[in-house]
Structures are given as structure tokens and as C-alpha cells.
């Protein structure tokens, strides 16, 4: 059962590892490495790739985990929060995600600074993934509300879904572990069920790639 579980474990390690390369991997194929409505996606999938390369590379205590995990969850909100002003119609909103942004920022670095990553590190993270997923919801609202009909060939959209997916799952794994007592066999479905929404994840992302790999559009969405 160990054995088992060991070598599940270095699948989806090697996975998490290799998987964000491939929207990459897409990009350089089809030449469109250099678009700029491509640098969200490469920043965000580079995001990854080095996150879970350190948690491999490395034997991370609890503590380095909350530094990784704090660290390039701030860094992955700032991209998404630049990518999706792209699609806001409204200078109001822009610049309201914007004032959000900085003031998240500076509450997680005033706690940090005061209590230390052990005392909130997984309730900010909580937090962040919250903030994310609900962002992503915004940007497909909106892109759904301005009724273009190549929505589905929006990089946007699919980075947002695969965001969303991926955060809203995530979050609701974590919810469930504080209502069930932590068993092995929970553990294990739990591992498997992030293990197949990460995945899924850069499935999307993968689809977004291909859409911003074609032909500029007209429409700078």
C-alpha cells in the first residue's frame, strides 16, 4: 500500500512538474512564443512549473510550504489581475481591481510581518484562492455579456475556466477535509480528485494556447 501510494506520488509530481510546459511547448510549436497576448499565459504557467519544481527539488518543511505556496500565489493573482483588466469594459472597474489588488497585498504583508507565516499562512491561502476564483468568474462573466461570438476562441476565457475549475475545486477539497475525519481513504480520494483538477487545469490552458497561437483577431480580447 506504501509502494502504491509512493509511486502515485511521483507520478503526479513528475506530472505537476511537466504538465504547465506544454501550453509553452504549444506556443514555440506554432511560432507564437512572442505575441504579447500570449505573456499572461507563459508568466502563469512558468509560475507553476518553478512552484512545484521547489516543491520537488526540495524537502520542504511545513513552513517552506506556506512560503512557496504564499509566495507564488501572490505572484499568480497579479498576473490574472492583469490579464483579466484586459477584458473590463469600464475604466472604474480597472482601476477598483486594481485599489483591491494593492490592498490585499498590503494586508497579507502587514500579517506577515506582524504573525509570521505559521499563524495565517493556510487561511491567506484560502483566502487567495477564493479572491482567484472569483475574479476568474468575473472576467467569463464579462466576456459572456459582451455577446462576441468568438468567445470560445478567447485565451481569456479558457485561462478564467481552467482558473476557476482548478480554485473552486481546490476549495471545496478543503472544505470537505473539515467535516470528515482525515482517514487514509479520504486523504487518497482527495489527492486523486486535485491530482485530475490540476490536470484538467492545464488542459484548458493548453486550449488557450492554441487559440492565442492562431491568427491575430480583430477584437483585442
Known amino acids: 500500500m506504501v509502494k502504491t501510494g509512493s509511486q502515485l506520488l511521483f507520478i503526479f509530481s513528475l506530472v505537476a512538474i511537466l ?4 501550453p509553452l511547448g504549444m506556443l514555440l510549436a506554432r511560432q507564437a512564443i512572442g505575441r504579447p497576448q500570449n505573456i499572461s499565459l507563459i508568466v502563469l504557467c512558468l509560475i507553476a512549473f518553478i512552484r512545484q519544481l521547489l ?21 499568480e493573482l497579479i498576473v490574472l489581475v492583469l490579464l483579466y483588466q484586459t477584458v473590463l469594459k469600464r475604466k472604474h472597474m480597472k482601476q477598483g481591481l486594481s485599489l483591491l ?4 497585498l498590503s ?8 504573525e509570521g507565516l505559521t499563524t495565517w499562512g493556510y ?3 484560502l483566502f ?15 466576456l459572456i455579456t459582451n455577446e462576441q461570438s468568438f468567445i470560445l476562441h478567447s485565451p481569456v476565457f479558457w485561462i478564467a475556466s481552467g482558473t476557476l475549475c482548478y480554485h473552486f ?5 478543503e472544505g470537505l477535509k473539515n467535516y470528515q475525519l482525515p482517514t487514509a481513504n479520504v486523504e487518497a480520494e482527495r489527492f486523486i480528485l486535485l491530482a485530475a483538477v490540476y490536470m484538467t487545469r492545464y ?4 486550449v488557450a494556447a492554441y487559440f492565442g497561437s492562431e491568427a491575430a483577431p480583430k477584437d483585442p480580447y
Do not use: Q
Open 19 to 22: 504538465l504547465p510546459l506544454a
Open 169 to 173: 475545486i481546490f476549495l471545496l477539497g
Open 107 to 114: 494586508i497579507i504583508i502587514t500579517i506577515y510581518s506582524l
Open 203 to 206: 488542459v484548458f490552458y493548453i
Open 55 to 75: 516543491m520537488t527539488a526540495i524537502t520542504p518543511t511545513p513552513v517552506d510550504v506556506l512560503l512557496i505556496n504564499a509566495a507564488f500565489n501572490i505572484a
Open 101 to 104: 489588488l494593492v490592498v490585499i
Open 123 to 125: 487561511s491567506i491561502e
Open 128 to 142: 487567495l484562492s477564493a479572491f482567484m476564483l472569483l475574479i476568474s468568474f468575473v472576467a467569463i462573466y464579462t
